[in-house]
């Protein structure tokens, strides 16, 4: 089985700008889970979904959103870019909820 | 103060050292997570404990959840085991919170 998948693999935005980062789970996976690792903060849960169902969501602003599609893939939008954004963000996908996780290799987002 | 913490924070050991990462926490969990993370950022799930010890290879997982304290132990480290472990716990709001990390450098 493919693994997870995440793209893009580097982004470099500005400032104001927003993105959108997109992962494809293992096949057969339903869960779908987002976080961000920086260095000063280390790893931080974003959001999970589950058949297109944000189930969960961490503490972070309005402007982080995401959302999962029939198919499983999930895309995570980020609005409003700023400096404190960048970060290499993770997205991990599981068949059941709350089971064992299986990483992507993570987008690296530079903000200038 | 973090509710989950680790340590040590680096550990150096010589090839085939017996190794242990403690982990404490001060939140209720349903469950438990030991990950592997690499040079480049790849996160490897080592072990979901949510009572016991769990085995795997070289690597042994435990976990006392009337301490709120696990252990990860490496046998007869090697050089490829250098990475960052980090532990991580769900919550009872099912939210995964992660460790900052231990960074272990084996040396031949």
């Known amino acids: 089985k493919a693994g997870v998948t995440q793209t893009p693999r580097y982004l470099i935005k500005t400032r104001g700008q927003q993105v959108t980062l997109s992962c494809s789970p293992i096949?057969?996976?339903?869960?779908v889970s987002w976080y961000q690792q920086t260095p000063g903060q280390g790893l931080q849960f974003l959001f999970e979904y589950f058949s297109e169902t944000q189930r969960n969501k961490g503490n972070f602003p309005g402007r982080f959103s995401g959302r999962q599609f029939s198919n499983s893939r999930s895309e995570m939008n980020v609005s409003t870019l700023e400096l404190g954004d960048s970060a290499l963000y993770l997205c991990?996908?599981?068949?059941?909820?709350?089971?064992?996780?299986?990483f992507g290799p993570g987008t690296r987002l530079t903000v200038l | 103060k973090n509710e989950v913490e680790q340590s040590p924070q680096n550990l150096t050991a010589q090839e085939g050292e017996f190794i242990t990462i403690n982990c404490s926490y001060s939140v209720g969990i349903s469950a438990l997570h030991w990950l592997q993370q690499h040079p480049g950022g790849g996160i490897v799930s080592l072990f979901m404990?949510?009572?016991g010890k769990k085995k795997h290879g070289r690597l042994i997982a435990t976990i006392n959840i009337q301490e709120k304290h696990s252990s990860l132990h490496i046998t007869a480290s090697h050089p490829r085991d250098s990475a960052v472990y980090i532990c991580?716990?769900?919550?009872?709001?099912?939210?995964?919170?992660f460790g900052t990390g231990t960074r272990l450098q084996v040396f031949p």
């Open positions: 991990a996908s599981s068949s059941l909820e709350r089971d064992t996780q299986y």
């Open positions: 404990l949510s009572s």
């Open positions: 096949s057969g996976h339903r869960s």
């Open positions: 991580a716990v769900r919550d009872n709001t099912d939210k995964l919170i």
